[in-house]
């Protein structure tokens, strides 16, 4: 029992060595990468930065994006071979332009669209004022015509 405990935990220590990253001596580079990881969007995730997930496709992105680095590539050229090889999605804030336009502008028009219906239901329902007079003249009508119908009812013949 003993040497299937020792055996398993050598296992776990060994595929835990096996995944943590491997250490990098240039501290620049890693600064660089990690700069670069925060502008480029986890293909998997869609919300969060290729720095901050933990999918796999994100971690196959991330050494992709080192060996690039690696081999003496500037981040705009990283970006222009990840934005041609996955399109302007894996850019974490999309450039605008044409095609982009309903994304960036979009807030904007349901903003402006929702206000615009807002003042066309306050407008049909007319002034608070006229509506409030019109309301009290029915109410002293609904009375008198109940105290009338009371009268009626309770008077002897």
Same mark, same amino acid.
Not at 128 to 155: C, P
């Given at each position: 029992?003993?040497?299937l ?51 796999? $496709?994100?971690?196959d992105? /991330? *050494?992709?994006?080192? +060996?690039?680095?690696? %081999?003496?590539? #500037? @981040? =705009? ?11 302007d ?29 807002? $003042?066309?239901?306050?407008? /049909? *329902?007319?002034?608070? +004022?006229?509506?409030? %007079?019109?309301? #009290? @003249? =029915? ?19």
């Amino acid at each position: 029992m003993r040497a299937l405990v020792a055996a398993l935990t050598m296992l776990v220590i060994t595929l835990a060595i096996a995944q943590a990253p491997a250490p990098s001596s240039d501290a620049a580079l890693d600064a660089r990468l990690k700069k670069l990881e925060m502008e480029l969007r986890c293909l998997v995730c869609q919300n969060q930065t290729l720095a901050d997930s933990d999918a796999s $496709l994100a971690g196959d992105l /991330r *050494r992709e994006v080192r +060996a690039l680095a690696v %081999a003496g590539k #500037s @981040d =705009a050229e990283i970006k222009d071979y990840l934005v041609a090889r996955y399109g302007d999605f894996v850019l974490y804030n999309p450039p605008v332009k044409t095609v982009t336009w309903l994304l960036w502008f979009g807030p904007l028009l349901l903003l402006v669209a929702g206000g615009g219906i807002w $003042l066309i239901v306050v407008r /049909r *329902r007319g002034g608070g +004022a006229a509506d409030a %007079a019109a309301a #009290s @003249d =029915a109410a002293a009508t609904r009375d008198e015509t109940i105290a009338k119908a009371r009268q009626m009812l309770y008077e002897e013949p």
